[in-house]
């Protein structure tokens, strides 16, 4: 079964571990062409929304709606839909970029794996690099295979987990580029990051969590830092 | 079986260029093998039915050890959430895990039976197919259940020490019935329905396991 959405809905999500609120009745909507970030401190509770989103965790309570679809109702249908790039990349440091890429585009049901893993490297400027195991490759060089993988199937629904982490200027600018470029393609996007200077300009929603709370939502916000700093200033 | 396959696959090919589960696991079984042969053989006279229990203690030793480490791999990279977030049925990937766990320890097998039959002087080899059926099925059944254990504990603080504390008295069955197997299988007289009865034995707890792992792994996989 092929599903496909144009909208993702968080309606009261809650995440408990055991007596601790990672989140509290978190409510937004979002659609496609569109980037939003979760933004707060370590702790606020980012993380466990995108894995809430991406299907990783159940909500204690509420629900997520991709489109008329619910997880687990929709199962792996949904999950093709899904693409998740999270604080660790998910490469197999063994393997070579062409065979990580491969391996997955595989699990996702490509026809040409090796072909799609060829392209995937084309896009992230690294098919010189193909054969080679990415325990040799940089930081920079991971974060871009690993960005390929997460999209390697073409997902409604991209997620990225502080993707900006230990980047260069060069591959911060190419990761900002690719997620202008997937707003552009009719991608959701969802960033957790605490980066407030490399999200400025980037995102069209931000939404303000502190400690598993939903502090705010803002649309097109301008002057990031400043935002921030008055949101928070006037939840604490 | 696609999915299954490239996870088998992928698991292969990262061992062969690793090769640290092989080498650990065969260093560990055969160190195990040794320390008995040291400890039990006097005189150049091995213990009668000794081979078979020793056999299986080595297996099951290493298999755990294999068990482990087949997960903490997964874990390192956070791998494994990127193989549960693929659009496959989450059984699948257990399948592949558990097809390259069962690989592994078949080829620590084939370098134990010879080890152990000439070390304790055990005619392990007088009936090969018989030998076969009891390891391969006593295999599946042990890394049926571990396969299981060790993805439900890859985030345990204490996966080492759980491990085995929950796997063997699951598997106790299967070791039983496997050493008991193989110990007929090195009697002057063998008795073949007997060693039929326990290969049966073993194949009804492989379907057991397996069936309940598959029924099981999707719910205790997801959070």
Redesign the interface.
Known sequence: MSIDFQELTAEDVSRHFGRRKALSRISFQTRTGSILGLLGPNGAGKSTMIAVL?????PSGGAIHYGTYTS?AAG?????R?G?L??????????TAR?NLA??A????ARDANGAADAALARAGLADRAHD?ISSFSRGMRQRVALE?SLI?GPRLVLLDEPFTGLDDASTAALVARLRGLRDEGAIVVLATHDLDLAEGLLDEALFLRDGRMVDAVARPGALRSTYRSIMGRSS | M??AW?VLK?DL??EV??LEIAYTTLFFAISCVLFFAFALVKEGKAPEDGAAGILWIAIAFAGTLALGRTFERERQ???L?????????RPAIYVGKLLGIIALLIAAEIVLVPLVAFLFQAPLLSHPFWLAAVLISGTIGFAAVGTLFSAMLVRARSRDVLLPVLLYPITVPVIIAGVRATAELLQPDVELALVRFWVMLLLALDVVFVTLALWTFEPLM??
């Open positions: 991406a299907t990783l965790m159940r687990p792996s249908a949904l999950r093709s899904i998740i999270g604080h660790d990349l998910f490469l197999y440091p063994e393997l065979e391996f997955f595989g699990l996702y049901g195991p993988r199937h | 696609r999915i490239l992928k090919t990262v260029r690793s990279s956070e791998t959430r990127a193989l549960l977030m693929a659009p496959a049925d997801t959070d």
